[in-house]
C-alpha cells in the first residue's frame, strides 16, 4: 500500500511540476554590425516566457569574443553607461526585450571581425531551463 501511495504522490508531482516550469523561446537574435577594427559588439534579442513559472538569463557562452557579459545600460546623474548584472529575469507569460540601451549581452574582445549576414552560435543559460542553443545574425541597427 506504501508504494502505491508513494507512486501516486510521484505522478502527481511530476504533472504539476511539467505544468509549472518556464517555457522561454528566443525571438529575433542579432549581433551588432561593426567595423573591422572594433573590439566589442553585442548580442541582442527578445526572450519570451510562456511557462507558468519565473526563469532567468544568468549567462552566454560563445567562441566569437575572448569575455561575455550580462549588461544593462542606466543613467547615472544624464550619464548613460553600460553596468554589468548577474542575471536577468524573465517572469512567467513576458517577454524581455535585448535592445541597444537597455538589456544585452555584451561581446568583449572579438576574435574576429564580424560579417553582416554571418551567423553566430551562442549557447545561452537559464537558471531554471539551462542551456538553449541560439544562432543570431550580424546586421547593422
Sequence with gaps: MKKLVLFFVVVAFSVVYA????????????????????????????IVNDGDE????????????????LHR?????????MVHVDKIEIHAH?????????YHVMLMGLKKPLKEGEKVKFTLIFEKSGKKEIEAVVKKQ
Design 94 to 102: 513576458t517577454k524581455v526585450e535585448l535592445k541597444p540601451g537597455g
Design 19 to 46: 505544468y509549472t516550469q518556464p517555457e522561454i523561446h528566443i525571438k529575433d537574435p542579432w549581433v551588432r554590425a561593426v567595423p573591422p577594427s572594433a573590439k566589442n559588439s553585442a548580442l541582442f534579442m527578445t
Design 73 to 81: 545600460t542606466v543613467n547615472e546623474n544624464g550619464v548613460m553607461k
Design 54 to 69: 519565473d526563469d532567468a538569463l544568468i549567462g552566454v557562452k560563445g567562441d566569437v569574443s575572448k569575455m561575455i557579459q
